[in-house]
């Protein structure tokens, strides 16, 4: 069997042939192409603009985590929270809101949008567990402010502060104090 595809193989005219092997090349490219294309995927860390899914290593604050992607290299980044700013671990209310975020996401598989990359190198980007936005849950709890000046939809942005403010109403969290401060106040004063 093997004998006669040969004979009809080599009783093809040149033309032929140098036509099929051509085309052998051309499929063998295509092929080799798909695979670099696809392991360069596989191994690229994270990309703005593109969504992950991330097993949550670690929470360093309320709106801070470090995740791992599920890819053979298991990268590893520092993602901070799109859109909001809970207060820092010293500041009132820091450790509550960090207990919070690690009750939601610590050692539970998420998925991760990345929205934007910070001038500290780190991914920012939105949290989602079952469906579950964080980002937008942990305002809601009263357990970080929204940061406006970040927000460029202004549907997203009225949306976001209605439910800052009835985190407030309610007195949920931060907004059980009096007077809580914005964690870009706060950094402020501790910087002079």
Request: proline share 3%; charged share 30%.
């Amino acid at each position: 069997m093997y004998y006669s595809w040969k004979l009809s193989l080599l009783s093809l005219s040149p033309a032929w042939q140098i036509g099929l092997g051509l085309m052998a090349l051309c499929i063998s490219y295509y092929l080799l192409h798909k695979l670099v294309v696809y392991l360069q995927e596989l191994f690229r860390p994270f990309k703005k603009g593109k969504k992950y899914w991330c097993h949550v290593k670690a929470v360093s604050d309320g709106d801070t985590l470090t995740c791992y992607r599920f890819n053979i290299r298991r990268s590893e980044t520092k993602l901070r929270f799109a859109y909001v700013d809970a207060p820092e671990s010293a500041q009132a209310y820091g450790k509550e809101s960090k207990r919070l975020v690690k009750s939601m996401v610590k050692n539970k598989i998420v998925r991760v949008q990345i929205t934007d990359i910070d001038r500290y190198g780190r991914c920012v980007g939105v949290v989602y567990r079952y469906r579950k936005n964080i980002n937008e849950e942990i305002v809601k709890r009263g357990a970080a402010w929204v940061y406006e000046e970040y927000i460029r939809d202004k549907n997203h942005l009225r949306y976001m502060m209605e439910l800052q403010n009835k985190a407030k109403k309610q007195k949920k969290g931060l907004w059980k104090s009096s007077r809580p401060v914005r964690p870009s106040v706060y950094r402020k004063q501790k910087k002079s």
